[in-house]
């Protein structure tokens, strides 16, 4: 089946990203993204206003995707679309759309895992990309998860290590928010940490047994740091900010680095792949590139456009589950939480 002509028609809407796109076996033919960006003057997705704009989105944005990709539907081998983890009322409007167009064209549908998506972008077919070899180490980084997983083939995987309460993109986005920058603060502490001292202001690494990941403890900590200084010195934030930035990113970078290496360590797997809205921050790839070098580890990054939410990976999931049969009936309904 894998030399026949597939084309995969792929939903996401799992947050604040309204996104399809239509694939032919392993190459994008288009990928569209609609971004949300009422979320901004509050600071943060609202779940209510996400779920109202996917309606007003998704119908535009799969009739892009199919323009672009110069297709037909009914050339359609099948839909994929995104189950869950997510917001549950933007993964409905997802779901409740794909379910119907499936049919409505009598075709198969495919149910797709989020994170498991964000793995399995790696083996989108672009030119001069190298796709991970099994067995390989998966850092998973976004703003709802922060996982470590023992990717042993396409749809065989195990969850090493995740975190124990808030996801790394979170804990980017409340730093920044405490820091008094606008949602989505995580890329604003990148692009200013670039400029800054990494070493100016020490923060505490959290001990966590195992792989398991936690993050609630820093954003405490940063939240009281910078009260402290603060009530000294109201203008202290935009006279360090660069600085601040810096050391907040400096000490995320290697509470992840400690502990992908200690799981290289475990495993004996050298191959590692990031992937996720957070695989796109500068300080991770930097991180991953220079212990590729230290370590002799095989490092893959993705495309930035593959790291936010986008429906290629979807996609992409969809085409490897189609080959093997792995297809879902029209009883099937969201998932807010959906382990991989």
């Not at 990928?31 to 949300?36: D, K, L």
């Not at 456009?305 to 290629?312: K, L």
Request: charged share 20%; net charge positive; glycine share 8%.
């Amino acid at each position: 089946m894998e030399n026949k002509t597939i084309y995969i028609l792929a939903i996401e809407s799992s947050c604040d990203d309204t996104s399809a796109a239509v694939l032919l076996n392993k190459k994008v033919l288009s990928n569209v993204v609609a971004t949300q960006k009422i979320h901004q003057e509050y600071g943060g997705v609202v779940p209510e206003l996400a779920s109202r704009a996917h309606q007003q989105n998704i119908v535009p944005v799969v009739h892009q995707a199919l323009t672009r990709a110069n297709i037909d539907k009914k050339l359609l081998s099948a839909i994929a679309f995104t189950r869950g983890p997510g917001l549950l009322g933007s993964l409905l409007v997802g779901t409740s759309f794909a379910k119907s167009l499936a049919l409505g064209l009598h075709i198969p549908l495919i149910e797709v895992n989020h994170m498991q998506a964000h793995i399995l972008a790696h083996f989108i077919e672009e030119q001069d990309y190298q796709a991970p070899s099994f067995p390989f180490l998966a850092l998973t980084l976004s703003g709802g998860h922060t996982q470590i997983v023992l990717v042993k083939d396409y749809l065989n995987m195990e969850i090493l290590g995740e975190t124990l309460d808030d996801a790394v993109g979170e804990a980017f986005d409340k730093s920044a928010k405490i820091l008094g920058l606008p949602y989505p603060g995580g890329p604003l502490i990148d692009t200013y940490a670039q400029l800054g001292n990494p070493k100016a202001f020490p923060f505490p690494k959290p001990k966590v047994a195992g792989l398991n990941f936690s993050f609630s403890g820093l954003k405490t900590s940063i939240l009281y740091f910078i009260q402290k200084e603060v009530k000294s010195n109201p203008n202290f934030v935009l006279e360090n900010r660069n600085d601040i930035c810096a050391s907040i990113q400096h000490t995320i970078v290697h509470i992840l680095m400690d502990k992908i290496v200690e799981a290289v360590k475990r495993t004996g797997v050298k191959h590692v792949a990031i992937g996720g809205g957070v695989s796109a921050n500068s300080g991770i790839r930097a991180a991953l590139k220079a212990a590729e070098k230290k370590y002799g580890w095989h490092v893959y990054l993705p495309k930035l456009e593959y790291c936010t939410d986008n429906a290629a990976m979807i996609g992409i999931t969809g085409y490897f589950k189609f080959i093997q049969n792995k297809l879902t009936g029209q009883n099937i309904s969201a998932k807010a939480r959906y382990k991989i």
